[in-house]
């Protein structure tokens, strides 16, 4: 890999945008085209493919076929593969040293990126809600093509009926091979939906419930899900989070954690 050193070139404000891109969607093109206006050079950080395993994802396409896709796309100056061997990409970013790290709209604070400790370190100035908001996500679109796209909208005449809500942080259920039937005979629904992305329509609907245990689901970090559901349900409604085996109950912003 070529090393790219973006304080050396004087003349270049070099502006770094990551991502999986498994596939690439037309909410990539508009991070790329937002992100790329943001200085004179756009360089592609590519999560490997031991980072897609680490995810959890669908091994949709390999690395080398993703990156062949992004070098063929308008704007983007290099594609560099991820040298990082966690989900993150702290090491290729202080490698690459770019003026900026451009986040997309799932994105929007500093507590939310695990990169934000390194770009402090190499002064690199972090740019928020890049390209608007997350209109679709690699994985619906796998998801839809296998079939499996499950109805965001609860049904208002199954309201009644609920006794709880599961809330699915990008598809964990199906990733991990829990059994959804099993989940709505049990009186349940679940909705999947995407970090920052609860919907206010469906945070409406949320709130009317009256006396729902809310269960969101999530693959990692999942503290971090709090601020995105109670920002949008409120009425001290009790939540159960689970996360690695673990079941987290909050209620306002109190949290227990049981082993």
Not at 33 to 53: E, M, S, Y
Not at 59 to 71: I, N, T
Not at 102 to 114: H, K, L, Q, V, Y
């Amino acid at each position: 890999m070529e090393k790219i050193n973006a304080k050396e070139e004087k003349k270049q404000k070099v502006v770094a945008v990551s991502g999986y891109f498994n596939p690439v969607h037309k909410g990539h093109i508009s991070l790329f085209k937002a992100a790329r206006a943001l200085g004179d050079k756009l360089v592609v950080i590519l999560n490997n493919d031991a980072q897609v395993k680490l995810k959890g994802s669908c091994p949709f396409m390999a690395q080398k076929d993703r990156k062949a896709v992004l070098e063929a796309i308008e704007g983007i100056s290099e594609v560099v593969i991820s040298l990082d061997t966690d989900r993150t990409v702290c090491k290729t970013l202080a490698l690459i040293k770019p003026d900026i790290f451009a986040n997309g709209g799932d994105r929007r604070e500093m507590f939310d990126i695990p990169e934000t400790e390194v770009c402090k370190q190499h002064n690199i100035e972090m740019v928020f809600n890049v390209g608007g908001g997350k209109a679709t996500s690699s994985s619906w679109l796998i998801d839809k093509a296998k079939g499996n796209v499950l109805n965001q909208e609860i049904p208002e005449e199954k309201l009644k009926k609920l006794k709880m809500i599961v809330l699915d942080s990008d598809g964990v259920c199906v990733e991990r091979g829990t059994n959804i039937k099993e989940i709505e005979d049990n009186s349940a629904y679940r909705i999947e939906f995407s970090t920052g992305m609860l919907s206010l329509d469906l945070a409406e609907k949320l709130n009317r419930l009256k006396k729902h245990l809310i269960v969101c689901i999530s693959s990692g970090r999942a503290l971090m899900y709090l601020q995105t559901i109670y920002s949008r349900v409120i009425g001290g409604k009790s939540i159960l989070m689970a996360e690695n085996g673990n079941l987290i109950l909050t209620k306002g912003k109190v949290s227990q954690l049981f082993p």
